[in-house]
């Protein structure tokens, strides 16, 4: 229930400001204007929310022989979790990465990117995958992906007014245009107000115990912030509003992205997981990654 009553506020925040924005662009009647597009946007965005995020990243269902393993893999963390099992998809990007999505547990979709499954080990593919298990079972990927729709959304807007140059005879004149210029990084700092990063420690401490070894998860997301660092993801980069989403911040090409630092350090993350692990215990797996891993062949 307080995730239902959270994202209704976050609605609420992102309506205002989309009244705002239409005042500002075109006074009363556009502040009219705007609350009704906001309207049809809330009852849009809580039910297509999710397919919107995938589509956004052209994300694609897992399937085939190759995503057998990966498959598998979801279906026995997700009973290891007692909840059901989400739809898995993958994303054709270099970057390690992966997120998921969806306004319920019976609703969810989990996605990683290629760039995963080729750098990780099979058993840091499971801390991942458990990760984001972790947020679909505490229903933070409503509020995380109704922020996303909301902040693209907001985006748009803000891209629309400059094109069109809005009305020069509006409440502030030129400046309404002016200010659309900073309605993104507004609705980026919205996003970081809205996205506690205490979700992400609590999703870490869930998905390492759905896991069954926090060292998993911590050795994953070190290699993936290292690889992150280095490798662009494009779609990211262009839909920063969904920043939030991914496992590690997946921005860094550009000299803005630091607006959507809605992450935690991953040293920080790295450290409490680590303090999790029994003492003596490594971050190894008692069994070999089977044919098909990440690391001994293809994967989705």
């Known amino acids: 229930m307080a995730g239902y009553i959270r994202t209704a506020m976050l609605m609420a925040v992102m309506t205002a400001l989309f009244m705002g924005v239409g005042w500002l662009l ?27 995020v995938l589509s956004m990243h052209g994300a694609r269902p897992a399937t085939g022989a190759d995503a057998r393993v990966l498959q598998q893999m979801l279906i026995e963390l997700s009973r290891k979790a007692d909840m059901p099992v989400p739809a898995l998809y993958i994303i054709d990007a270099d970057q390690p990465n992966a997120f998921a999505t969806g306004r319920s ?19 840091e593919i499971a801390a991942v995958v458990a990760h984001e298990l972790a947020h679909i079972r505490n229903h933070d990927t409503l509020i995380m992906t109704v922020t996303a729709t909301f902040a693209g959304a907001i985006s748009m807007l803000a891209n629309f007014a ?3 140059g809005g009305r020069r ?10 200010a659309m210029m900073i309605v993104a990084p507004l609705a980026a ?14 999703a870490d401490r869930i998905g390492a115990e759905i896991c069954g070894n926090p060292l998993w998860l911590a050795s994953a997301l070190t290699r993936i912030s290292g690889l992150a660092a280095r490798i662009d993801n494009n ?4 839909n920063p509003g969904t920043a939030h989403m ?3 911040n997946p921005l860094h090409a ?11 350090s991953t040293q920080n993350r790295v450290a409490a997981l680590k303090a999790m692990a029994p003492e003596g215990r490594t971050p190894r797996s008692s069994r070999p990654a089977p044919r098909g891993s990440a690391r001994s062949g293809p994967w989705g």
């Open 26 to 52: 075109g006074g009363g009647a556009g502040a009219v204007l705007a609350l009704l597009f906001a309207a049809v946007m809330n009852l849009f965005t809580w039910w297509n929310s999710d397919r919107m």
């Open 254 to 264: 550009h000299g803005y992205d630091n607006l959507f630092a809605t992450h935690p």
């Open 189 to 202: 700092m919205l996003v970081q107000m809205a996205i506690s990063r205490g979700r992400e420690y609590e």
């Open 162 to 164: 400059m094109f069109f």
């Open 235 to 238: 779609v990211a980069e262009r």
């Open 105 to 123: 547990p019976d609703r969810a979709a989990v996605a990683v990117t290629t760039g995963l499954l080729r750098s990780l080990s099979h058993e």
């Open 246 to 248: 991914f496992i590690i």
């Open 169 to 178: 005879d509006g409440p502030m004149g030129i400046l309404g245009v002016i």
